[in-house]
């Protein structure tokens, strides 16, 4: 742990954002598609759904996605002390519960039984929102405490500082000192 939370925790913090935004990217794209170019939304796949279509239908992909962020909001929890950890570990709860919905329609994608007796498998929330506009949502409320998080943790007031155990925020600014 010490090595994802104190050696490398910069760069693993830097990796993780690599992914999360990639996979913005997709929705973002999705949306474009959709709302920009008027695409009907089975045909608005993202950027690589175009060629592999199979990733969007695929309720395995999108829960292993989201099993990855809660792993990954989990793994790098130990780095973050003070605000940025209060913010980290918002982000990790609505992922605990964006991973509960995916886990919903993993099993209804599974055992061919969907809520609500509809056509293809759905999550609670999904039930009151499209699917496509749930998950900019749900992408947004992870992402923004999450990049709070970061933000205040490359930033640390001079208590924060003597907690934490990484580099990440480098020397102290003259503010701090």
Do not use: K
Not at 63 to 87: C, D, E, H, V
Not at 92 to 106: A, M, T, Y
Not at 133 to 159: G, Q, S
Request: glycine residues 6%; aromatic residues 10%; contains cysteine.
């Amino acid at each position: 742990m010490d090595v994802l939370n104190v050696d490398r925790h910069r760069l693993c913090l830097q990796l993780y954002l690599v992914i999360v935004i990639a996979h913005w990217a997709e929705h973002i794209v999705q949306a474009v598609q959709i709302y920009v170019f008027d695409w009907p939304i089975e045909e608005a796949r993202g950027v690589l759904g175009i060629p592999f279509p199979w990733l969007v239908t695929s309720e395995w992909m999108h829960y292993g996605y989201a099993l990855i962020m809660l792993i990954g909001l989990l793994l790098l929890l130990p780095g973050f002390t003070g605000r940025s950890r209060t913010w980290w570990t918002i982000s990790l709860l609505i992922q605990v519960w964006h991973h509960f919905e995916h886990l919903i329609l993993l099993v209804q994608a599974s055992n061919g039984v969907n809520l609500g007796g509809g056509d293809a498998p759905s999550s609670l929330i999904q039930l009151l929102i499209p699917r496509v506009e749930l998950h900019l949502f749900y992408n947004t409320i992870v992402f923004v405490p999450m990049v709070v998080a970061m933000y205040l943790h490359a930033r640390p007031n001079a208590v924060e500082r003597e907690t934490t155990q990484c580099a990440c925020a480098g020397e102290p600014s003259r503010s701090d000192r």
